[in-house]
């Protein structure tokens, strides 16, 4: 009987901070659990200044918006999806007023070529000091509407 699901963790992207696999491939279908900014193996999150107690003092929602796309990439090519395969995909911000506009300028240039559907929503906060996180859902076959 053939493998209904099965879990993907990237040697590239961040290690996960609690018991989920970065993606699980059902079907053709893979499902992403929430991409942050972090960097694999580091402590500090680009972008991301944090005070003794790891309050969020400042940061560069453009610079955490560049590294949550490289990371959500790594998940895919790790997976064996590409970029083009994002059919939709769920954005937490922490901070909608400040933030959406920058966000959603590098939305657009990541995502000229591909569009998948989109939901963008405000979250008071993240599991880590992180000002955006992303749920991606992707198909493994191309699949072309006429």
């Not at 966000?103 to 559907?117: I, S, T, V």
Request: with cysteine.
């Amino acid at each position: 009987m053939a493998k209904q699901s099965e879990h993907h963790n990237s040697s590239k992207a961040p290690e996960p901070v609690g018991l989920y696999p970065h993606a699980r491939r059902v079907g053709n279908l893979l499902f992403l659990s929430g991409v942050g900014p972090r960097e694999r193996g580091q402590q500090a999150i680009p972008g991301v200044e944090v005070d003794a107690e790891g309050n969020i003092v400042r940061y560069d929602i453009a610079a955490q918006c560049h590294a949550v796309f490289r990371n959500v990439r790594y998940i895919l090519e790790d997976a064996g999806a590409r970029w083009e395969n994002l059919v939709d995909i769920t954005v937490f911000l922490t901070n909608m007023q400040d933030d959406f506009a920058v966000y959603n300028q590098l939305y657009a240039e990541y995502f000229k070529d591909n569009q998948p559907c989109r939901t963008t929503v405000e979250v008071n906060k993240l599991p880590t000091p992180i000002a955006i996180e992303l749920k991606c859902i992707a198909t493994f076959d191309a699949v072309r509407l006429v």
